[in-house]
């Protein structure tokens, strides 16, 4: 299910901490590595690249609304909470593919030197309910 719906999903609500007070964007993402890590692209002068140098925790919000009044006892949250790291140059052209064929639009934002790949390794996710929540922690190496 969670595989389901991060790959069905083009954006996710990323939050990172700014001097001890939350800080919420959207970001387009993409799931690799099966359901251990989470890449999305941002420029490097920005204030969520800056909170991620500061403090690398970060949390991910995806789910799986149609914006329907269902949504109330339908719908799945799903949070993953892990560390972000600023991709290198080879690691960067390597993840670029997987991006750009995700998000076509985004392929000469994706490929500029201002930009910077942010892997997230996940450390656990929790899947939200309506009336219940379950705790899916994720093995690393």
Do not use: W
């Amino acid at each position: 299910m969670i595989h389901k719906i991060l790959t069905k999903q083009k954006f996710t609500v990323l939050a990172t901490d700014n001097e001890q007070k939350p800080y919420a964007n959207l970001v387009a993402f993409v799931l690799i590595d099966d359901l251990e890590n989470i890449v999305f692209a941002t420029n490097r002068n920005t204030q969520k690249y800056s909170n991620i140098i500061t403090n690398p925790n970060v949390a991910l919000l995806f789910d799986s609304r149609t914006n329907d009044s269902s949504d109330l006892s339908s719908a799945i949250a799903i949070s993953a909470l892990g560390l972000a790291t600023i991709t290198n140059e080879e690691e960067k052209c390597k993840l670029v593919p997987s991006f750009v064929k995700k998000h076509p639009n985004l392929n000469r934002f994706i490929k500029s030197k201002k930009t910077a790949i942010i892997k997230v390794s996940i450390s656990e996710y929790f899947i939200a309910r309506f009336r219940s929540v379950e705790r899916i922690q994720i093995k690393t190496a």
